[in-house]
């Protein structure tokens, strides 16, 4: 098969790629994006099966998150959440163990609520939150045991490995305005297909090997294609580059690759349960000591939907457990907390496990103690040929996020347009 000659390449459609691509796009300098699944978005992955679900990236983090511009470009708009009806802390942050609410009265929500933040603006000597969490409370209080499963779900973190100095330094520099949340409202993939209007991408197209040096690169598609690129912005995810089924030739320099493997590719799943109307109380998060440790509702003209999200180590257990028995699962611990109207409605359900996926292997990523380095060591170009991005390779307090995703391409092809100006199109 012939080799095709690109300028540049971008390899994954996800928002990092997307961002990238239509940047170039925007600066003359079209770029061809590689994409191994059958869709774009990558870890944006919207369902509408009955009523917008979202399978990956659920919320906007922040007011002023650059997202909002594209959403604004594209003539999206974003909701709230929770809305301001539910905005009261005892009615929309709500609590249970064993199966039950805790009463209004339980002080357990504040002291949660007040660890965390304690551990989330950490300034201080290096130490993992787990440690950090112990010089803070008992190890069998339980505000502190509700406090670590959220560090573990919002991080899709194990506590134990999750550096406190590197969260609260992100914490810090976030200038999206971090806390406050926005659906959007006609999915979030709804983002990712405007990113890729006029663009050219390539579905279908994965990327086993990549041969680079000074003067370029050759990419080995699955398909036994190759292709030739002066430069290559690569966006794949951190647990893909872990995983090695996108192999460097010759190998990545030793600083790269220390990076790679001392960041961590985070697990989370989430698990979707679809039930004719809502049947429980009002509450926008429900913070739970089950095996899912975190559920809020989301609503549609079909229905709700009970979403589960597990993250860190427990979403390995969740996912090991298969989809039938993590949905009978959830709807077990839904039932214990509302009632049999649980069983009496529910639809459907569907567990989304992001570490078995080939093209993801893990939810994002999260830094471990000791890798404080390891995001600007992973987005530094090499040889002025491979160019990072993708939110693993964030340095600007934004890891982990879409909007995060999003900047990180725009600043590898800042880097891309600082160079000489590229040839046009071979
Ligand atoms: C369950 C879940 C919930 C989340 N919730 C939120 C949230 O509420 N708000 C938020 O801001 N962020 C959230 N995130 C994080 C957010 O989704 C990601 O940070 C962001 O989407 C990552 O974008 P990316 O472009 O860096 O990577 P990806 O979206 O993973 O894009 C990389 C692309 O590369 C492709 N690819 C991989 N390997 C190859 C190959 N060999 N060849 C070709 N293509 C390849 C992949 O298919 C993928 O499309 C969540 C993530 C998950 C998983």
């Given at each position: 098969m012939p080799t095709v000659m690109r300028e540049i390449v971008i390899i994954g459609a996800g928002m990092a790629g997307l961002a990238a691509a239509q940047r170039l796009h925007q600066a003359g300098l079209p770029a061809l994006a590689l994409e191994a699944r059958q869709r774009v978005g990558g870890r944006v992955w919207t369902d509408r099966s009955r009523g917008i679900v979202e399978f990956g990236a659920e919320f906007i983090h922040g007011k002023k998150a650059v997202t909002w511009d594209l959403i604004r470009q594209a003539g999206l708009t974003a909701t709230l959440w929770p809305p301001e009806a539910l905005a009261d802390s005892a009615t929309a942050y709500r609590f249970a163990c064993q199966g039950r609410l805790l009463p209004s009265s339980s002080d357990v929500p504040a002291r949660t609520e007040n660890l965390y933040e304690l551990v989330e603006h950490y300034e201080g000597p290096e130490q993992s939150?787990?440690?950090?969490m112990i010089s803070l409370a008992p190890a069998d209080d339980l505000a502190a045991q509700f406090a670590l499963r959220r560090l573990a779900n919002v991080e899709a973190a194990d506590v134990t490995r999750l550096s406190a100095q590197a969260l609260g330094l992100d914490r810090r520099k976030d200038t999206a305005g971090w806390g406050d949340d926005f659906h959007v409202n006609d999915g979030y993939d709804s983002l990712a297909t405007f990113l890729a209007q006029g663009l050219e991408v390539r579905l279908n197209t994965a990327i086993t090997q990549i041969d680079w040096n000074e003067t370029g690169a050759m990419l080995h598609l699955a398909n036994g294609q190759t292709i030739q690129a002066r430069r290559v912005i690569v966006t794949v995810p951190l647990g893909v580059l872990q995983a090695g089924t996108l192999r460097f030739c010759p190998a990545l320099p030793p600083e790269k690759e220390q990076a790679i493997s001392a960041l961590a590719m985070g697990s989370v799943t989430k698990l979707a349960l679809w039930f004719e109307q809502a049947f429980w109380p009002p509450f926008a998060f429900l913070h739970s000591d089950g095996i899912v440790p975190a559920w809020w509702p989301v609503y549609s003209e079909q229905g709700a939907v009970l979403m589960g999200y597990t993250g860190g180590p427990a979403a390995l257990k969740l996912a090991a457990l298969g989809n039938e028995a993590?949905?009978?699962?959830?709807?077990?611990?839904?039932?214990?907390?509302?009632?049999?109207a649980a069983r009496e409605t529910f639809v459907k359900g569907q567990l989304v496990d992001w570490s078995s996926d080939p093209w993801a292997?893990?939810?994002y990523t999260y830094t471990p103690v000791g890798a404080g380095n390891a995001r600007a060591e992973l987005a530094t170009p090499v040889a002025n040929t491979l160019f990072f991005a993708g939110e693993a390779t964030c340095t600007n307090g934004h890891p982990a996020t879409v909007h995060g995703a999003i900047e990180s391409g725009w600043r590898a092809v800042d880097e891309i347009l600082t160079l000489a100006q590229p040839n046009t199109q071979v």
């Open positions: 939150a787990a440690e950090l993590a949905i009978e699962q959830g709807l077990a611990e839904v039932t214990a907390l509302f009632g049999s292997r893990g939810g």
